[in-house]
């Protein structure tokens, strides 16, 4: 009797411990670009709120740290301003798993000038006259029609979306050298605080760190970053955010880009400065 007290007891436990790791959350941990990362956390905590079955833990870290971390199972989502490198394809996928790119929002890199540079009459400029900016090939605002100041160049780090996306079509390569940069942002909030706060510097970010505040976005091309240009693709830094998976998403992963997708996920979108799918 004793041996089958024991037994039942075990069973008890067992099964009282499976019904108690049943009702916790299960974590979903999503990372990557820092343009993408305020529209995720604001999902997140309304996603977070709204059910019991799952926790979503946003990180940023840039697009290739969230791709990196997708791939070696770190995170759940990879969240990218940019479309999968070749390269990545290649390191991290198989015949039978393929990363799986699921678009969220638009977005565009807008470009974004001193207030001095703007007041004084630079409003657009052309990509060619970009390039050379970023090239060292042109260093003065006086060049260009502005004050007769050197340019401060601020560019992004590596393993930036953003960056990879502005030197692919300002540069022509994600790879190409800007040896006009003097100076490498972490993220798009560091570029906004920079040039507003220096009277010569040129920089640039994702939209939706351009719609508070008052920060001087110039045309490129002529053409300024709306909503209907970017959607159209008339403006040349237009672009798509993604949720990145390596093969099929988690139910958690699901469950969350779900929501992301939904009409109630893309208004918190629309919101805070973001473009619905």
Do not use: H
Not at 55 to 74: F, L, T
Not at 210 to 218: E, L, N, R
């Amino acid at each position: 009797m004793r041996a089958k007290s024991k037994m039942l007891i075990l069973l008890l436990v067992f099964f009282l411990a499976e019904a108690s790791s049943e009702g916790r959350e299960v974590t979903v941990t999503v990372s990557g670009s820092t343009t993408v990362m305020p529209m995720a956390e604001l999902a997140a905590e309304e996603f977070n709120m709204m059910q019991d079955n799952y926790s979503v833990n946003v990180k940023s870290g840039g697009s290739g740290v969230g791709i990196v971390d997708v791939a070696e199972g770190r995170s759940d989502i990879a969240m990218t301003s940019r479309e999968i490198k070749l390269a990545e394809r290649q390191r991290s996928e198989t015949p039978s798993i393929r990363f799986i790119e699921q678009p969220v929002g638009y977005d565009a890199i807008c470009l974004v000038v001193s207030p001095e540079v703007y007041d004084y009459g630079v409003t657009s400029l052309t990509r060619d006259e970009v390039k050379q900016i970023y090239a060292g090939d042109i260093i003065n605002w006086e060049e260009l029609g502005g004050p007769y100041m050197e340019i401060f160049v601020i560019g992004r780090r590596p393993g930036s979306g953003t960056r990879d996306t502005f030197n692919e079509i300002i540069m022509g390569s994600q790879e190409m050298e800007t040896p006009g940069v003097s100076y490498d942002a972490g993220e798009s909030s560091e570029v906004k605080f920079s040039t507003s706060r220096s009277d010569n510097a040129i920089g640039y970010m994702g939209y939706s760190f351009v719609m508070s505040g008052d920060t001087k976005v110039i045309a490129l091309d002529g053409v300024q970053p709306t909503i209907e240009s970017i959607k159209s693709g008339a403006y040349p830094l237009a672009r798509k955010l993604y949720f990145v998976t390596l093969g099929e998403p988690t139910p958690g992963g699901r469950a969350f880009m779900d929501y992301i997708l939904s009409p109630e996920g893309q208004k918190i979108a629309e919101e805070n400065g973001f473009i619905s799918i």
